[in-house]
């Protein structure tokens, strides 16, 4: 009996031993495949992995949004050695046509997502400065992807060989360039037009609502209108949207990029994006927070005053708000980002 129990023990301490064994290889597996999924482009097994640390989880929904880490570091590290404090021209189309591309929903949930998951990572993690690079890196893509979404015409890219009132303005930017002077004119009662072959109407405008699409802000439909012969790959209207705040004023509402919503009018418009509590989310603000957001970011990340990266992102900023961060009211704002993106060619 005796004998027995000592070899029941020595088999069951033999069994612990492989066991553990085996759960710690059969760990070191799981992370090695998540790095390996990483690596190959494999986003969605990153995403669902149960071993992947917030720091893949957010490369992988960064990568999934689709964008690449190593161009976006190389697009502004070039864009900053060859800028001052002042964005050019060049600047910014790179920023629209090569560095972010065609943009839908997914895009802003998958950069929201990657946020949260650098986000999450403390600043006792020794992984905290590099997480905080990498959420400047997502933050300033998202605040260029918000601009995107609002200028892409009909091939959901901006088609900046569109150009039908020949004013040197891609024409997608223009539309929400006149859109933002327009909700900056109605509110103050003004007839103003955008100039520039560029015209809003109504000048007077309608309420909406979107009651099918449980949307719950009042709208405004606008039709932005270029003057010149529209083809079928360059349109002479655009639809935009703007909401209505609680003093009345409007603003430059931001909107889906592949959805449209059916209006208490009768007519589809461009469906608006609300947040978490139901609002309207309002287009210069949400760019202006997660450019702010991500120079912040960037500072906190960095152990040097100054690189290129954070020149690049910083002159997004002062195009922006010039006077410096948390400095120009909503309508300054808004003005300046339709000058910003004006400056397209």
């Known amino acids: 009996m005796k004998r027995y129990g000592v070899h029941l023990l020595i088999l069951v301490g033999t069994m612990l031993i492989f066991s553990g064994c085996s759960n710690k290889n059969s760990n070191e597996a799981c992370v090695h495949q998540a790095s390996m999924d990483l690596d190959a482009g494999n986003y969605d097994a990153v995403i669902a992995s149960s071993c992947a ?126 859109t933002l002077i327009a909700a900056s004119n109605i509110s103050t009662d003004s007839t103003v037009t955008c100039g520039n072959n560029t015209d809003y109407s109504p000048k007077t405008p309608v309420d909406i609502t979107f009651p099918a699409d449980n949307k719950q802000g009042t709208y405004s439909g606008l039709v932005i209108t270029l003057s010149g012969t529209a083809t079928a790959s360059c349109p002479s209207a655009y639809k935009k949207l703007l909401y209505k705040d609680s003093s009345g004023a409007y603003w430059a509402a931001t909107t889906s990029a592949n959805l449209t919503c059916t209006g208490s009018d009768g007519n589809d418009w461009p469906c608006p994006l609300e947040d978490q509590n139901g609002l309207p989310i309002d287009l210069a603000t949400s760019i202006n927070t997660s450019v702010n957001d991500a120079v912040e970011s960037l500072s906190t990340s960095l152990t040097t005053t100054s690189t290129t990266v954070q020149t690049s992102i910083q002159n997004i900023q002062a195009q922006i708000c010039p006077a410096g961060p948390q400095q120009c009211t909503q309508a300054q704002i808004s003005i300046n980002l339709a000058d910003y993106l004006r400056t397209i060619q």
């Open 53 to 178: 640390d917030a720091m893949q989880k957010g490369a992988a929904y960064f990568g999934r949004s689709g964008f690449d880490t190593t161009l976006v570091i190389n697009t502004y590290d070039k864009l900053g050695v060859n800028s001052s404090q002042t964005m050019t021209t060049s600047d910014l189309t790179v920023y629209m046509t090569s560095l972010v591309g065609s943009v839908n929903d997914n895009t802003l949930n998958d950069l929201d997502s990657a946020s949260t998951e650098y986000e999450d990572i403390p600043n006792t993690s020794d992984l905290y400065k590099n997480a905080q690079f990498n959420l400047s890196l997502v933050e300033s893509v998202k605040g260029l992807s918000f601009i995107k979404f609002v200028i892409s015409d009909v091939t959901g890219t901006l088609n900046t060989a569109c150009d039908i009132n020949s004013n040197g303005i891609a024409d997608g930017a223009d539309a929400e360039a006149c």
